[in-house]
Each structure stands twice: as C-alpha cells, then as structure tokens.
C-alpha cells in the first residue's frame, strides 16, 4: 500500500517534494501521523478510541491522510453534494494543476439549477482537448473529493487504488 500512495501523491502532485515526505511521514508512522493531526481525523468523523481499539486499520488511516494532505496543497478539494454553483467554480479554479495548465471553468458553461456530476460531465467535455478529466477519490462520503488529471494517467490511477481495495473514479461517476 506504501508505495502505492506515494505513486499516486507524486502522478496528482506531478511530483511535489513537500507533499510526498508528508505521506511518507504518514506512512512510516501512521499512529504519529494520526495523533498529530488528530483533529483534521475528528473533522471527518473519525474518532480517537475507533483508531486505537483498531476499528479503523492504518491503511484507511492513510487513505484519508492521502487526501487530506492533497486538499492541503492544493491539488485536492473536497465539495458537498449539494454544493452551489458559485462555490463550486471557485473551488476548481484554485486547483494547482490547473492553474498551471491555463485551464478555467467558466460560469456560463454550467447551470445554475445543475448537478455537481452535470457539472464535471461538461468540464471533461470542455477540457478534452486539452487531455484532463475531473476524477475523485472514494473515501465513503457524501462529498466529492475531486481532482484533475491527465486522461493517459487516469486509468493507472485507478488501478493503483483497486490494488489496496480503494477507489479513484471520474468525478461525474461518483
């Protein structure tokens, strides 16, 4: 699993130093990892006695960690189901990955009575050309955990979660 998350933190980072030692941080000392940010854990519902009775096994630890360190670069945003259209916009539009792209969602493109998952069908569509697609890590939730990636690295993604029993989709699939 180990290395599995730092594959999948260097291909959505495209190799961000900083971000990939604090996954290794997590990894080589989960407990540590946990207890330091335990409330950033606590946030999401996951409490300290579910952790230390083993209700929660590490690697579901890192598994969110992946995330939540993601989100914290930049790379990742976390969007609720029912998020409006303007939040939506400006969440994807402070992503690093496509900021250093050029890339921008505009308002005009999607509808203001719209679905989250109407929305990410219109931005694969829009962005295409360019080879990015809108994906999303699972981690058991009503909320979308969302990020772009290169289409030629999707897949491989994908595969790379299923290995460890998780799960990386197309945002509009979620």
Not at 74 to 85: I, L, P, Q, R
Not at 140 to 149: A, G, I, K, M, N
Request: charged content about 40%.
């Amino acid at each position: 699993m180990e290395k599995i998350l730092l594959k999948i933190v260097e291909c959505v980072t495209d190799g961000n130093k900083e971000l990939m030692e604090e996954m290794e941080g997590c990894i080589s000392n989960t407990m540590n990892y946990y207890k330091s940010h335990q409330e950033e854990f606590e946030s999401r519902g996951i409490e300290e006695d579910e952790v230390e009775e083993g209700e929660m096994e590490e690697d579901e630890i890192q598994w969110i960690a992946l995330v939540d360190i993601l989100i914290k670069g930049g790379y990742v945003t976390e969007c609720d189901w029912k998020v409006e259209k303007e939040d939506f916009l400006y969440n994807i539009n402070n992503l690093n990955k496509l900021k250093s792209k050029g890339l921008k969602a505009e308002d005009k493109w999607l509808d203001e009575d719209g679905e989250i998952t109407e929305w990410l069908e219109i931005l694969d569509k829009k962005w295409e050309k360019e080879g990015i697609v809108m994906s999303a890590f699972d981690i058991d939730s009503d909320s979308y955990v969302l990020f772009p990636c290169e289409t030629d690295k999707f897949e491989q993604l994908k595969d790379w979660a299923e290995e460890d029993g998780y799960r990386i989709e197309y945002g509009k699939e979620m």
